[in-house]
């Protein structure tokens, strides 16, 4: 099954502690594994754009549509047996300790 990791911000997190980043060895671990399928970091909010379509008008603003505290600061796509392991992979990234990670499957088309 197929998993997206939306690597998230969040203020309750612990506090960022660059020696304990190994998001490399991480990243390692699930290329070893055979795991890991695409993947990387965003660029910040204040960056993104919003495109929303109402009335058959193109409406586009600047920013994240909803204001919010956290925000999505990486992605990875994964491939494991099931959501267990899904769980067990996100929870060995660095910001499940100092932000969070949604873990989502994939809806194949």
Known sequence: MQFVLFICTDPTGEPY?????DVGAWFTALQE???HL???RLRPVEDATTVRVRGGERLVT???F??????I???????VADLDE?????????????????VRPVWPL
Do not use: Y
């Open 38 to 40: 695409a993947g990387d």
């Open 17 to 21: 502690d660059e020696t304990a980043d």
């Open 62 to 64: 600047d920013g994240p």
């Open 86 to 102: 899904a769980l067990e992979v996100a929870a060995a990234h660095p910001m499940a300790r100092f932000g969070r990670i949604e």
């Open 73 to 79: 600061a990486g992605f990875d796509v994964i491939e």
């Open 33 to 35: 594994r055979g795991t």
């Open 66 to 71: 909803a204001e919010t505290r956290e925000w």
